[in-house]
């Protein structure tokens, strides 16, 4: 199993990227998947998740310049990141979640299966 993120790179504030998880060894649609973002010398925080349903949750301090999809045909989940801030610059990870939870996942314990992260830098 395996969950390979991409698609960071440095962007001036106000900018966009777009975040890639693609996996191979297991179907992401079966899965809830999260994206979690951890900046130097914090903890790793959530940031948004897709799960089996479909069910979409964001973070409050991304809602609205975020948004998260799934592309089943290429089991790959996307982030795309738009008016993006200087606060907004971390290692951004991917995880998968397999449990059933009554409420979408959104701390690092509920997550089973990590990529390996990728750099977001926003310039001011």
């Not at 964001?58 to 996307?78: H, L, M, P, W």
């Not at 610059?89 to 449990?99: D, F």
Request: hydrophobic share 35%; with cysteine.
């Amino acid at each position: 199993v395996q969950l390979q993120a991409s698609g960071g790179g440095l962007v001036q504030a106000g900018g966009s990227l777009r975040l890639s998880c693609a996996a191979s060894g297991l179907t992401l649609s079966s899965y809830a998947v999260g994206w979690f973002r951890q900046a130097p010398g914090k903890e790793r925080e959530f940031v948004s998740v897709i799960d089996w349903s479909e069910r979409i949750y964001y973070a409050d301090y991304v809602k609205g310049r975020f948004t998260i999809s799934r592309d089943n045909a290429k089991n790959t989940v996307y982030l795309q990141m738009n008016s993006l801030k200087p606060e907004d610059t971390a290692v951004y990870y991917c995880a998968a979640s397999s449990a059933r939870f009554i409420v979408v996942p959104t701390t690092v314990r509920q997550y089973n299966y990590w990529g390996q992260g990728t750099l977001v830098t926003v310039s001011s």
